[in-house]
């Protein structure tokens, strides 16, 4: 199952997942996150620039059948975005944690890196959740 | 939750079921969009068997269906099939349904599953005086075979013609091995039939079906497919678009308001003498934005409707959606805002369906 929550990832309760490098956090939604959406046909995300305030909600996704905040998991800048996200929201459903990347983000303070999980518990979390 | 009888298929296909209505239903098999393609392209599978059928028999069926829908039953002929509405007093809907005549003692309505129970009580309740009204929905089983492959598949695979079948008439033949009445109906803007068995036979049918599908390019379809098909053929979904606090009139469904001595006659005259307050029209997104169901219409920005059903229109590739707003604005080519979660997006008001099948 490591492929699908990949071990150099960090994750969040609601579901995106954070690679860290240094300063700079690349985020996007994470493979149950995307099982759950379905088809993905439009991503609304933040320009260049915007600040994000952690566990605020940062953009939307909808999918054929529902629409889904994403939240940020992290205080910080944006520093890019994925814009062919635009045009191919489909690289989500394709390749979540590769091409489906959405945005940058150059972190404002590392402790906030602290309170994310690893991929195994993140796994745990959400064998916790499907049992609730 | 309750099951149909093809639940267990539905599992080993590795459908994702969810909870409609209380029955435990398959949303999606291999993903909206593809099986949404699969029957504008090819031909779809669906499992419907937790519609409800109800049957009317006795010398005064028809008289006691009549008193019940709003369409003109006397129409019906043998094998006959029509799409209706059924009112409150109020002409507020009950439901949407379709009434198939066996002969004029014997009629079937075919009603939506969450309105079963609600359905056959209102039937008893108003005219089971004048003949037995029979809720046969546990025993009986329902497929959908729909798109452009649907009636050469059904066809390979039936002991009779059903292929000269004309739209809304049905008939018994023997398809896959199983006893079925062959209704040439559906809910998705394709061609096909509807196909009715006795619920322990059913699961044979979708077998036989699914083996013979293969070189006809059949899928099994969920009921998120379900959704944008009927959406995009403009098809109105009970509990969205339709509900008690609306009539037939508002909803567009005027032209089956054509029968005598129904249940709402009087209310719905009067609406149509007075004007009436809403109409529900077809929009589609001019602007980035998905709309949904219970979404503002705003106009002047002010809030003067609700969107009811809303989504990607997958073939017609824009956002599509429905919803009711005040006559003046339901002129095609009306802009409208839509209040998308906060955020403002245009949509044009457009007539007719938003995809229609060739020939």
């Known amino acids: 199952m490591s ?36 088809d993905i046909t439009q991503v609304d995300l933040p320009k260049e620039g915007e600040e994000l305030k952690k566990d605020a909600v940062f953009g939307t996704v909808e999918s054929v059948k529902a629409v889904s905040d994403l939240f940020a998991p992290v205080s910080g800048k944006v520093v890019k975005v994925n814009d062919p996200l635009g045009d191919s929201p489909e690289y989500i459903n394709e390749d979540c944690y590769d091409e489906g990347w959405m945005v940058q983000v150059e972190v404002k303070d590392v402790k906030d890196l602290d309170a994310l999980m690893n991929a195994e518990q993140y796994q745990a979390y959400l064998k916790e959740q499907e049992s609730h | 939750m309750k ?27 291999s993903g909206i969009l593809d099986e949404h393609k699969t029957v504008r392209q090819a031909a779809g599978i669906f499992d419907v068997s937790h519609m409800g059928e109800v049957w009317f028999r006795g010398p005064r069926a ?15 002929v043998d094998g006959g099939a029509m ?4 009112c409150r007093p ?19 309505i075919v009603v939506n599953a969450s309105n079963v129970d609600k359905d056959f009580g209102w039937f008893r309740e108003q005219a089971g005086a004048l003949c037995d009204i029979i809720n046969m929905s546990d025993e009986t089983g329902l497929l959908a075979v729909q798109g452009p492959n649907a009636v050469a598949l059904v066809q390979s695979i039936s002991d009779r013609p059903v292929e000269d079948l004309k739209s809304f008439t049905y008939r018994e033949a023997t398809i896959g091995g199983v006893k079925t009445q062959v209704a040439r109906t559906g809910y998705t803007g394709e061609d096909g039939f509807e196909l009715f068995t006795p619920a322990n036979e059913t699961a044979k049918q979708w077998d036989a079906l699914l083996d013979a599908g293969a070189k006809f390019g059949l899928k099994p379809i969920g009921l998120g497919a379900r959704d944008t098909l009927r959406l995009e053929a403009k098809l109105s979904l009970y509990g969205n678009d339709l509900d008690e606090e609306h009539t037939p009139h508002e909803a567009g469904l005027s032209w089956v308001v054509k029968g005598k001595g129904f249940i709402g006659e009087a209310a719905l005259q009067k609406q149509k003498a007075e004007g009436l307050p809403r109409k529900l029209v077809g ?8 709309a949904r169901h219970g979404y503002p219409i705003v106009d002047g920005g002010k809030p003067v409707g609700v969107v009811t059903s ?34 403002s997006a245009a949509a044009e008001v457009v ?6 099948r060739h020939s």
């Open chain 2, 83 to 86: 799409y209706s509405c059924a």
């Open chain 2, 283 to 290: 929009f589609v997104m001019k602007e980035r934005g998905t």
């Open chain 2, 351 to 356: 007539q007719g369906a938003f995809y229609k």
């Open chain 1, 3 to 38: 492929t699908d929550y990949p071990n150099d990832l960090r994750y969040t309760k609601e579901h995106e997942w954070a690679r860290v490098d240094g300063k700079i956090i690349t985020v996007g939604i994470t493979k149950f996150a995307v099982e759950s959406l379905g």
């Open chain 2, 62 to 76: 028809a008289e006691a269906v009549q008193k019940l829908v709003t369409n003109d039953v006397g129409k019906l």
């Open chain 2, 3 to 29: 099951q149909t009888p093809l639940y267990g298929r539905h599992q080993a296909l590795g459908a994702k079921i969810i909870d409609f209505g209380g029955w435990a239903m398959p949303v999606q098999y």
């Open chain 2, 310 to 343: 809303g989504s990607l229109g997958p073939t017609v590739g824009v956002n599509i959606g429905l919803g009711y707003v005040p006559p003046a604005l339901a002129q095609p080519g009306t802009r409208l805002q839509i209040d998308c979660r906060g955020k």
């Open chain 2, 90 to 108: 109020t002409g507020g809907i009950v439901d949407d349904l379709i009434v198939y005549r066996t002969d004029g003692q014997s009629y079937l």
